[in-house]
């Protein structure tokens, strides 16, 4: 069953119940991110979800863990391009337990000052970890060439120097403009009583004062450059993007189908190129990232140093070859078949569900329907691919990036 319900302060509820499970996830889901922040506020959407677990007016940083630990519940956070996510999972009779400690500390974290500059000091280690690991530091890099240093090319961590300066008053700043009811969504999954967590949520969340964000559209002028970051590795890492479709684009379906037979899977064209027969890259695959006013279609790959101009030509020969040859009505059929699959998969995970769920509320404001989804995939042609085939792979605005022992980017 699923239930919808809108504050008087502008702030959303969606729960799927799931009777037939034992557990419950719960999220909360801010409509905010790297693309919306400043030069001076680059990295704070990032740094505000570690310091809301570092402490509340009730409940030291211990404390939080230590509650959730005793009644068997996990609590995490993650920060996107366009969105900030809170959420516990907890067992159904531990659900309004884990749902209070979410909403502290959401609602009433403190951001403590001792805390705030350890807290600083572990960032500026994910970002060295980011720098030591290639394949994140590649699609870092195609993004910023993709999109360029603002928007959607900012990396989600920041800067060094814009970590370590952030202040209490920064904090405060960036969450009065995003940290309001109208860009937050509350979205539940599992076996939760709806009436219960209609109570939950208008027993924390109704009080807050009932103000807008002020959310302009992302300004885009795709880049199309090529960067390249010399480090002295085994593999050389290559990353390649094209304009694709928006989200909710009328393509959009097609796109996914379209990127399912090119690069998407295991028996995909790439893969079973790249890898398979010509045993180029251990890892290569490509996948589709869609915004409210962009997209990109991503291709990346691993790969012997000696060797990645071949496999540079290798994935290009893929490009070419589904412009000029096409696809196969076995191929289409094969593609819509694992896209309708994934969906199905989603149904079966709480956590799947709640971002489902909460997302699609949040970009859209719409209540996800799962039949709904599964009509417009199986209701996607092998024309609507052909369409979406002559829509991507262009080369206006192309982007690439490569990292690894070698001189020259691509």
Known sequence: MIH???LSNGLQLVVNQMTGLLSVTMGILVHTGACVETDKEDGISHFIEHMMFKGTKKRTSFQISDEMDRIGAQMNAFTGKDLTCYYAKSTTNHAAEAFEILADIFLESTFPEEE???EKGVIIEEINMNEDTPDDLCL????RAFYGERGYGRNILGPKANVSGFTKSDVSDYMSKHYVPDNIVISMAGNIDVKLAEELV?????KIENRCCKRGKIDVNLAGGSLL???????VHIGLAFPTVKRYDELYDATQI??????????SRLFQTVREELGLAYTVYSYVSTYAETGALSIYAGVNAKKYLQSVEAIYSCIRAIKTQKVSEEEFLRGKEQLISSSIFAQE???????????????????????DRVKKIEAVTLSDVLAAIEFNFSDDKKAASLVGAVDKPI
């Open 4 to 6: 919808y319900k809108k």
């Open 116 to 118: 705030m500059v350890k």
């Open 140 to 143: 870092d890099l195609l993004s």
């Open 202 to 206: 208008d027993k924390y969340f109704s």
């Open 229 to 235: 970051k010399r480090k002295e590795i085994e593999q």
């Open 258 to 267: 379209m990127n399912v037979i090119f690069g998407g899977g295991v028996s």
């Open 349 to 371: 995970s709480t956590s799947s569900q709640m971002l489902l769920f909460g997302k699609e509320l949040l970009y859209s404001g719409r209540v996800y329907d799962f039949e």
